[in-house]
């Protein structure tokens, strides 16, 4: 069964339930417990040490960036702190655990009991609760492609980076509605500072946990994990896949296996790879190297009151001047275009034609050059931008004049002001060199004249095409529209 016939194969029989844990990379510069540097893309194994190859005699030291990070997660998801987390080990061995455990916190986690609000796919707020968010250690990389003979190759680079993982409660219901949560979360994240959270580095990674239950039903099914996930259209894709083959599953009288499955993304499918791990499968037990940790009210507070502006104040004001929610969604999802708006705003440009002026038509040449908003080759500053904008509101540029004034200035880097001067742009709108063109245009196409006083509307803009290209686009248009209709009416 495809991915994409999950929902039907589940509508209206069972309920799925889904939880996810979200694994965020730090954006510090030197690792959970040492020094060595963060760097993505470094040649393998030259980002290590004692501590993070697991030495003997080496001890780990926390990052104390890495916990302020940690906190500005925890606070922005609206958790409760515990001043005391501590660490534990969690014992497994596979070829990039370089210690045979790793250091994480079980029993005592930084944070618990939080909550994410997002849009789902009704357009409707949900709110997902915020089971736990704990600190831990990253494991290095195996690498089986282009490895000789077979075998496997271990990078250590990425051994000790120090993460977060942001665990919810079972709380969605549709896999369309756990790439929403996972969209909401990144934003939130980003806006954060703690994370670059670009899933095709690895820096946010995404595991699920999926159930049936019949419809109606209050008792949770058997719960599969899927990994191996590797963007947002994935975790759609695969857990539609998975909750169709659940489904199937039920319908013919079998068993559903607690299990870890993999998502194979080229043929579609979910694959067995292993019986799900309990807790006591992993031996947990405090670090012996690491105290608890002691963080003072005054260090949380501090580091809240240093949170920025988070998405979902960020949409309230834009709601507030009357922005759609589609606008200030495309806004908020950007944090640069968003900042790119306010220092408009802050030139004085009107928002709700700013941001058509920004999203559209801005927005619109730099995706087609490859440039980001924030791109040193976006050569138009927002004070520009909404300086053209202005010259738009006030009448002295029509609307089709602002898009080869922008084209020129993303090419000069010169402000609205000097292209519209320089090129002699300025809108025309004297009613006397108007109604001269009028009659011009009237005069030279009397058809579309008896056609419109035939009740032949369209071509009244026919009419108007053709004296805005008799006065190379800068006449006032309606102003033309006036005229052509007293002119038209006249005749």
């Not at 806006?191 to 990674?205: A, F, H, I, K, Q």
């Not at 909750?243 to 694959?271: M, N, P």
């Not at 004001?317 to 495309?330: E, I, K």
């Not at 742009?425 to 005069?443: N, P, R, Y």
Request: glycine fraction near 8%; aromatic fraction near 6%; charge should be negative.
């Amino acid at each position: 069964m495809s991915a994409g016939e999950g929902a039907a194969a589940v509508a209206g029989r069972y309920e799925t339930v889904i939880g996810l844990e979200v694994h965020v990379e730090l954006a510090t510069k030197s690792k959970m417990f040492c020094g060595c540097p963060t760097d993505f893309g470094a040649p393998p194994n030259t980002q290590v040490c004692p501590v993070c190859l697991a030495l003997p005699g080496a001890l780990p030291v926390p990052n104390e960036q890495a916990i302020t990070y940690a906190l500005r997660a925890s606070l922005s998801l609206e958790c409760r702190i515990d001043p005391g987390c501590r660490w534990d080990r969690k014992n497994y061995h596979y070829p990039d655990l370089p210690k045979g455990y790793q250091i994480t916190q079980y029993a005592r986690p930084l944070a618990r009991e939080g909550c994410l609000r997002f849009t789902a796919a009704d357009g409707q707020e949900r709110s997902v609760r915020i089971r736990r968010l704990h600190m831990e250690e990253d494991t290095g990389k195996s690498t089986h492609e282009g490895m000789p003979g077979g075998t496997t190759g271990v990078d250590l680079n990425r051994a000790g980076v120090p993460l977060i993982e942001i665990v919810s409660e079972p709380d969605l219901r549709s896999p369309e509605d756990a790439r929403l949560y996972l969209q909401a979360l990144r934003t939130l994240l980003l806006y954060t500072g703690v994370s670059d959270v670009r899933m095709e580095e690895g820096s946010l990674r995404c595991d699920a946990n999926v159930s049936l239950r019949p419809e109606g039903s209050e008792e949770f099914g058997a719960l599969v994990e899927v990994k191996n996930m590797n963007s947002f259209r994935s975790v759609q894709r695969a857990l539609e896949y998975e909750a169709a083959r659940q489904a199937a599953a039920l319908d013919a009288g079998e068993r559903i296996v607690r299990e870890t499955r993999h998502w194979d993304e080229r043929r579609g499918i979910t694959f067995s790879s292993r019986s799900k791990e309990e807790a006591h499968d992993y031996r947990y037990f405090p670090e012996p190297d690491l105290g608890p940790s002691a963080l003072s009210e005054g260090f949380i507070e501090a580091v809240r009151a240093g949170l920025p502006e988070l998405p979902a104040a960020r949409l309230a004001r834009y709601a507030a001047l009357g922005l759609t929610p589609y606008d200030a969604g495309v806004l908020v999802a950007d944090p640069p275009l968003a900042d790119y708006f306010d220092r408009m705003l802050a030139a004085g440009a009107a928002p709700r034609e700013g941001v058509a002026l920004l999203t559209v038509e801005l927005l619109g040449r730099l995706n087609a050059a490859g440039v980001a908003i924030s791109d040193p080759r976006c050569r138009v500053r927002p004070e520009q931008l909404a300086d053209l904008q202005r010259l738009v509101g006030a009448g002295t540029i029509s609307g089709k004049v602002a898009k080869t004034v922008l084209e020129e200035m993303l090419a000069s880097g010169e402000d609205a002001q000097t292209v519209v001067a320089r090129q002699g742009l300025q809108q025309i709108s004297d009613t006397g060199a108007i109604a001269k063109a009028v009659a011009e245009a009237v005069a030279a196409h009397p058809q579309s004249a008896a056609d419109y006083r035939a009740g032949k509307r369209q071509a009244l803009g026919f009419l108007v095409g053709q004296v805005m290209k008799a006065t190379r686009g800068k006449a006032n248009p309606s102003l033309v529209n006036q005229l052509l209709e007293d002119a038209l009416r006249e005749g």
